[in-house]
């Protein structure tokens, strides 16, 4: 007999989910079905704590800025090719050694105390380091953080796909985005209240309260009621990973999904050069209290919407996000190019970044949702790591090639990526629909 404690969660998850459909768990087992409402909420906080701790130690505003606070500006270039590569790249090795465990939410909690430990170690490179040796230590916890990241981006797919059912999905990732962002708007009021100077302390105490969330996260997820999926027993995890890349060549919808998820780099690589841009026209201490609050508003505001939407068509949410990323991109970059970068004033960078953000929320929501329901079992896991990991090659080339590219100017940057996201726009309009209501 249920308890009190499950008949809340039930009918909570009801409003949420607006559980009406009696064949709405038709692609997951009956068993699975009765524990959804409480994995939906145990998926939901640890996805609500690191979407909180990602916000607190981003590259594109926190870890930038810190960089410069030690005395390592020169390292700032290596940060977000680090993060995303750093945790795609090995995900066809991960995915092949995961696809051979029955229950792979271990995956997840592990790589979520991996990263913890590697946001601890930042801390200590922050107190203990100053300079190019601060700067260094923490590149190097940052690549053991993206290993971390990689174990749990490969495990929560699957686990998701297992225990939460189609058109509930989107849902479950916009809501933890929106509470995520809101909880970090709340915090950066807190912090940046006194518009400071950010101090070396600030920043140690910062890291250490992102790793706190990675801690907390892991513990809930532990408790996750998964049941054992199809496993392969076969086979060396490399040997099995490149045997997967032969998707990229028979599986002709994927493959489609994957350039299309390449072209949408844009909405992730142009985010740096809007601080980039800022930072060269203002010396506003205070600054990163305003970039940090335009990206946790930007989540707050738009992951639901977007979740919810991409419950009816995740394909048309990255069609959306790819135009609005494209159109923020060409229009900053032709207004800088035509009046000067200086055009708009001290809030109009961060105004940009805002809209921009709101965007890159809705690309990621609506390829995540778009891979986890184009496949099940294996599948989905394979589908992930081939992705993931050549997206992140493709990552470094393009970083590369941007950086090549700033060397002749950072509005010439934006622009090409605001080109990039617009033919990204025009190839997921070619994708089929794989969201069944």
């Not at 916000?55 to 940060?79: E, F, H, N, R």
């Not at 209290?289 to 949410?317: E, K």
């Not at 965007?359 to 184009?374: N, P, W």
């Amino acid at each position: 007999m249920p308890t009190k404690r499950h008949r809340t969660l039930n009918q909570l998850y009801s409003l949420i989910a607006n559980e009406e459909d009696a064949r709405i768990c038709r692609d997951i087992p009956s068993e699975a079905c009765r524990e959804v409402p409480r994995n939906f909420f145990l998926i939901l906080v640890s996805n609500v704590l690191t979407n909180l701790g990602d916000l607190l130690i981003s590259p594109k505003t926190v870890l930038a800025w810190l960089m410069s606070a030690v005395g390592a500006p020169a390292l700032v270039a290596w940060l977000v090719p680090i993060r995303e590569s750093g945790s795609m790249v090995p995900q066809m090795v991960i995915g092949a050694w995961v696809r051979r465990k029955a229950v792979r939410k271990w995956f997840w909690t592990l790589g979520s105390f991996g990263q913890a430990v590697s946001v601890i170690a930042m801390a200590a490179c922050v107190w203990f380091l100053e300079g190019y040796a601060a700067g260094t230590g923490i590149v190097i916890a940052l690549i053991a953080f993206s290993l971390s990241r990689g174990f749990c981006s490969v495990s929560m797919k699957d686990v998701q796909g297992k225990c939460i059912p189609k058109t509930r999905r989107g849902r479950l990732s916009g809501l933890a985005s929106t509470l995520g962002g809101t909880a970090t708007v709340i915090l950066t009021a807190v912090l940046f209240w006194n518009r400071g100077e950010p101090t070396i302390g600030f920043y140690a105490l910062l890291l250490m309260l992102a790793a706190c969330m990675w801690i907390i996260a892991g513990l809930l997820f532990a408790g996750v009621e998964e049941y054992a999926g199809e496993t392969d027993g076969g086979g060396n995890a490399l040997t099995e990973a490149f045997k997967s890349l032969s998707l990229l060549r028979t599986d002709a919808p994927f493959r489609n999904f994957v350039i299309t998820r390449a072209l949408l780099l844009c909405s992730a690589l142009a985010s740096p050069y809007f601080v980039v841009m800022a930072q060269k026209e203002s010396e506003i201490g205070w600054m990163l209290g305003i970039f940090l609050l335009a990206s946790s508003l930007a989540s707050s505001l738009s992951a639901s919407f977007w979740g919810w939407a991409a419950d009816t068509s995740s394909r048309r949410v990255m069609i959306r996000g790819a135009a609005i990323a494209s159109g923020v991109c060409l229009l900053v970059g032709c207004l800088a190019l035509v009046f000067g970068p200086g055009f708009g004033g001290v809030w109009y960078y961060p105004g940009a970044f805002f809209i921009l953000s709101i965007a890159h929320s809705g690309v990621r929501l609506g390829r995540k949702t778009y891979l986890i329901d184009m496949a099940g079992g294996n599948k989905r896991t394979d589908y992930t790591a081939v992705s993931n990991t050549v997206i992140g090659i493709l990552l470094l080339l393009t970083g590369g090639l941007t950086a090549a590219i700033s060397l002749i100017s950072d509005i010439a940057v934006i622009i090409v990526l605001g080109l990039m996201g617009f033919a990204g726009m025009i190839s997921a309009l070619r994708l089929k629909e794989v969201t069944e209501n």
